[in-house]
C-alpha cells in the first residue's frame, strides 16, 4: 500500500514538475529512432523540497535510499510508456534505467559531506553535498551504461527477451556490469552477454580538495598544521567535461568504495554546479574614515595604504613601492569562477630575498588563491597514468591553474631549469598552456592535445646578492638600465612589472629594518606601530575583496592619455635595427596598472590621475631593462618623500603634478598626431 502511494506522488510530481512531458517527449525520441535498444535511460529532475511537500515518504527515499527511489519512478514510467504506447519495442520494465537528478539537497548538517572531516561516511549510498576545487582530471574513456545477458541453455525461456538487463548503479565497477558468472535464475545455467546490445557512456575521473586545503599551499599559513586528502568524483555522460582544472564547485552525489589495490573512498556526481562567491562585505570604519580624510586626493588613499600595507613583516615606509604594486596585482584577482584579463605580473630584483620574500608570502595569504609554488611540484599540468586502471591520462593541475583568478608566487626564478623558465615565457605571453598526450606511452592509437587557460597574475623574484653571481655581472651602458643578464630578456620583457628592491638605498635605511627583526624575534606576534592596531590584516582582506570586486570603466582623458602615452613610448622606443622594445601585452599592462589604481582608490572610474601611477610604475621598469629615455623617471618618482605626516603627502601630490605636466608635454610632443610620428599612427 505504502509503495502504491509513493507511485501515485510520483505520477503527480512528474506532472506537475513538466517531468512527464520531457519524458514523453524523451520516448518520441527513442520510438522514432531505428536502432534497436536494451535499455533505455531517462533524465527526471528531481525537486527535493516539492517531493517532501507531495510525500514525505517519497522525499525521504529520495534523499536516503535513491535506488529505491529510482525503483519507483521505473515502474511509473513503464506503466506510462505501456498505457501511453510510447515506445514500441519496449518489453519489460527492467529495460528503463531511470537517473534522478536532485536540484539540491536540504541545508542541513548531515547533508554536508566536510572532506577534511573522518572517517567519511561512505557506507549510507544516500546523497551529500561537498565543495572541492578541481586538482586533477583524466582524458574521457567508456563505461557500460546498460547490457543486455541472455540464457547460455537454449531450452530455457530465459534464452530470449530482455528478463536480465544490468545497468550501472552508483559506486559499481564495471566488473559489476559486466562479467561471466551471472547464473540464470531459472535454470542456473551460465548468462552470456548479448554484445549488440552493449550501451556504452562516457566517463571521466576528476580529483578535489576542500578549499580549507588551499592553506597547505601558502607560504604563510594562519591555522596550525593539518592533514588533507583528494577525494576521487566520477563523472558519467551529461557531466563529462562540466568541471575545468582550478575551479571550485558543489558537487551532489552518492559516496561509495571503490576497491583498486588500495581501497579508495569516491563520489559518483549526480549534479554539479559553480560555487557562489562570498559577498563582500565593505570595508572597515578605520579605512572609511581615512578614505573620506583623503578625498580631497587621488593619490593620498593608495600612498597611505601602501605605507602601512604589511606593518606585521616590515616597518611601515619600507618598500612602499613594492607593496603598492603588490596592492595593486592583488585587487586584479578574481573571486568568481570567470575568466580574469587583467592580470600584473611581478617580477622583483632584491639583495634582501628573505625579507622580500616574507612580504610575499604574507600578501598571497590576503586572497583566496594565493599559491605559494612548493618547490617539491610542478608550476604547470604534468601527466600520469590514472590509478583506477580506466587506460586514461590524469592531468594533474600544478601550481599555476590551482591559483585560478589568484597569484602564483614561484620563489626564485634563477632555482628553475631552462626549459620551465621557458614554458612560463611562453606562458606568460599567451596565458594558455598545451598539454601533449602521446597515445603510444598512453596506450592510446592517436596523440591528444589539451589546452588550459592560465587565469592567475605571476610573481617572483631574482637574488642579485650572491657572490657568484656578482663576479659575473657586466658593466651597464645605458642610464637607469639593470643588469639583467641572469634572465633571459625574453622572459623579463615577458613579465608586466620589473621592481627593484635594493635594501641599502637611501629610499630603505636599514635600521627600522633591523629594529623590526629583533622586536619580532623576542615577541612574534606583536603589534610594534599604531598602524598595525588601527588597520589588520582582517581590515585589508575586506578591503581588497571589495576593491576587486567594483566594476571600472575609463573616463575619456584617461583612455587617451594611456593610449597616447603607450604610442609615444612605443615611438621613442624603436629604432631600424631591433624594431619596437614594447611588446604586444605592454597595453594590456597599463591598462591593468590604470584600472588596479581605480580600485585601490574605491573608485568605478579611472581617472588620468590613475593613468599617471601607471605610467610611471611602467616607465621605471621599461628603464631598468632597456634604459632611460627623453621621459626621463626617477627610480623613486611614485614614492619621492618619506611619508611622516600630511605635510610629505602634499608634498608628494605636488611632485606627482609636475609628472603628470611632464606626461602631457611628453604625450604632446612624440604622441599621436605629431610630425615626429609615422603615418600608420
Not at 547464473?183 to 552470456?192: F, I, P
Not at 588551499?214 to 562540466?242: C, H, M
Request: hydrophobic residues 40%.
Amino acid at each position: 500500500m505504502s509503495n502504491l502511494q509513493m507511485k501515485e506522488a510520483a505520477l503527480i510530481y512528474l506532472d506537475r514538475s513538466g517531468g512527464l512531458q520531457k519524458f514523453i517527449d524523451d520516448c518520441k525520441y527513442y520510438n522514432d529512432s531505428k536502432q534497436s535498444y536494451a535499455v533505455y535511460r531517462f533524465n527526471i529532475l528531481i525537486n527535493p523540497s516539492d517531493i517532501a511537500e507531495l510525500d514525505a515518504e517519497l522525499g525521504n527515499h529520495i534523499l536516503h535510499q535513491p535506488l529505491k527511489a529510482a525503483k519507483i519512478f521505473q515502474s511509473v514510467c513503464f506503466i506510462a510508456v505501456k498505457t501511453l504506447s510510447l515506445i514500441g519495442q519496449l518489453q519489460t520494465e527492467t529495460q528503463i534505467n531511470i537517473v534522478l537528478k536532485l536540484t539540491h539537497v536540504p541545508p542541513l548538517p548531515s547533508y554536508g559531506l566536510d572532506l577534511c572531516e573522518f572517517p567519511l561516511d561512505y557506507t549510507s549510498q544516500r546523497f551529500y553535498m561537498m565543495h572541492g576545487i578541481v586538482i586533477a582530471m583524466t582524458t574521457i574513456t567508456k563505461y557500460t551504461q546498460g547490457a543486455r545477458f541472455l540464457c547460455s541453455d537454449e531450452a530455457c525461456p530465459f534464452s530470449k527477451g530482455f528478463q536480465y538487463i544490468r545497468v550501472h548503479v552508483p559506486g559499481a565497477t564495471e566488473s559489476a556490469t559486466v562479467r561471466n558468472d551471472f547464473l540464470c535464475n531459472l535454470c542456473a545455467s551460465s548468462l552470456q552477454e548479448d554484445r549488440k546490445f552493449r550501451v556504452l557512456g562516457d566517463k571521466q575521473i576528476v580529483e578535489i580538495i576542500t578549499t580549507k586545503a588551499l592553506n597547505a599551499f601558502q607560504g604563510y599559513s594562519k591555522t596550525q598544521p593539518f592533514r588533507f586528502q583528494s577525494l576521487t568524483v566520477f563523472l558519467r555522460d551529461e557531466l563529462v567535461n562540466k568541471m575545468n582544472i582550478g575551479n571550485e564547485y558543489k558537487i551532489i552525489g552518492i559516496p561509495a568504495c571503490i576497491k583498486t589495490s588500495q581501497s579508495t573512498v569516491c563520489i559518483e556526481a549526480n549534479s554539479i554546479s559553480f560555487c557562489n562567491p562570498k559577498v563582500s562585505s565593505g570595508i572597515s570604519d578605520n579605512f572609511r574614515c581615512l578614505l573620506s580624510l583623503t578625498s580631497s586626493s587621488c593619490w593620498k588613499f593608495t600612498a597611505i595604504l601602501a605605507n602601512i600595507f604589511a606593518s606585521q613583516i616590515i616597518p611601515p615606509g619600507t618598500y612602499n613601492l613594492l607593496k603598492l604594486c603588490l596592492l595593486m596585482s592583488l585587487v586584479q584577482t578574481s573571486d568568481h569562477n570567470k575568466k580574469l584579463e587583467g592580470f600584473l605580473d611581478i617580477l622583483i630584483i632584491t639583495s634582501d630575498t628573505l625579507l622580500v620574500d616574507r612580504l610575499l608570502n604574507f600578501s598571497i595569504n590576503l586572497v583566496p588563491r594565493g599559491i605559494h609554488h612548493p618547490v617539491c611540484t610542478e608550476i604547470f599540468p604534468t601527466l600520469s597514468r590514472n590509478k583506477y586502471g580506466t587506460g586514461a591520462v590524469s592531468i594533474q593541475a600544478g601550481s599555476a591553474l590551482l591559483a585560478k583568478g589568484g597569484i602564483c608566487f614561484i620563489g626564485d626564478l634563477t632555482s628553475h631549469k631552462k626549459d620551465k623558465l621557458e614554458q612560463l615565457q611562453s606562458v606568460l605571453e599567451s596565458r594558455s598552456l598545451t598539454v601533449y598526450i602521446p597515445g603510444k606511452k598512453f596506450g592510446d592509437v592517436i596523440d591528444q592535445q589539451m589546452t588550459f587557460p592560465v587565469q592567475c597574475s605571476f610573481w617572483s623574484l631574482v637574488d642579485m646578492d650572491s657572490s657568484s653571481r656578482r663576479n659575473g655581472q657586466k658593466t651597464n651602458t645605458l642610464i637607469g638600465q639593470m643588469d639583467c643578464s641572469l634572465i633571459p630578456a625574453n622572459l623579463a620583457e615577458a613579465f608586466g612589472l620589473l621592481i627593484n628592491c635594493n635594501e641599502s638605498s637611501p629610499c630603505h635605511p636599514l635600521l627600522p629594518t633591523v629594529q623590526h627583526t629583533l622586536k619580532k624575534a623576542i615577541d612574534p606576534e606583536g603589534l610594534f606601530y599604531v598602524a598595525s592596531k588601527q588597520f589588520t590584516t582582517e581590515d585589508f582582506e575586506k578591503l581588497l575583496a571589495f576593491a576587486k570586486s567594483l566594476n571600472v570603466e575609463f573616463s575619456l582623458e584617461a583612455e587617451r592619455m594611456i593610449h597616447g602615452y603607450y604610442l609615444a613610448s612605443r615611438k621613442i622606443r624603436t629604432d631600424s635595427i631591433c624594431g619596437t622594445k614594447l611588446s604586444a601585452s605592454a597595453l594590456k599592462y597599463l591598462v591593468s596598472l590604470s584600472e588596479a589604481h581605480a580600485r585601490l582608490n574605491l573608485r568605478n572610474k579611472v581617472l588620468k590621475e590613475d593613468v599617471l601611477i601607471a605610467a610611471l610604475l611602467f616607465e621605471t621598469s621599461l628603464t631598468l631593462k632597456y634604459g632611460a629615455t627623453v621621459f626621463c623617471v626617477a627610480p623613486n618618482a611614485v614614492f619621492p618623500f618619506e611619508l611622516y605626516d600630511d605635510e610629505h603627502l602634499e608634498q608628494r601630490d605636488l611632485y606627482l603634478t609636475q609628472c603628470q605636466q611632464q606626461l602631457q608635454q611628453f604625450i604632446a610632443t612624440y604622441g599621436p598626431g605629431t610630425a615626429i610620428f609615422s603615418s600608420d599612427e
